[in-house]
């Protein structure tokens, strides 16, 4: 079992950063597919970022070349560094690791972090 925790949620005006961080527990972070999601008012959950094992990233179109994701395994924690935000970024932003393809062996998720941008 793997436990989620995100901080650095928070308000910030339009054209502004936000780091978030997520802590997992246990050993096997390594071996974790990481990713952020998120979800505003009315909406789906999206997928905003992730981050392969081998360090490889992909990204939403919406968020390419704002939004950075990186992994550090030594502290078992994933960042999601946002910048030039907007308005629309807003929404509950979550941490997610799979375990295997496609989270075959696992697939856990954080509480959310609220990230509200003003105009």
Known sequence: QVQL????GGLVQAGGSLN???AASGSIFSSLTMGWYRQAPGKQRELVAAIAISGSTNYADSVEGRFTISRDNAKNTVYL???S???EDTAVYYCNAKLGTMG???NYWGQGTQVTVSS
């Not at 925790?5 to 650095?8: I, W």
């Open 20 to 22: 978030l961080s997520c």
């Open 5 to 8: 925790g995100e901080s650095g």
């Open 85 to 87: 935000l907007k308005p």
């Open 104 to 106: 075959r062996y696992g």
């Open 81 to 83: 560094q946002m910048n």
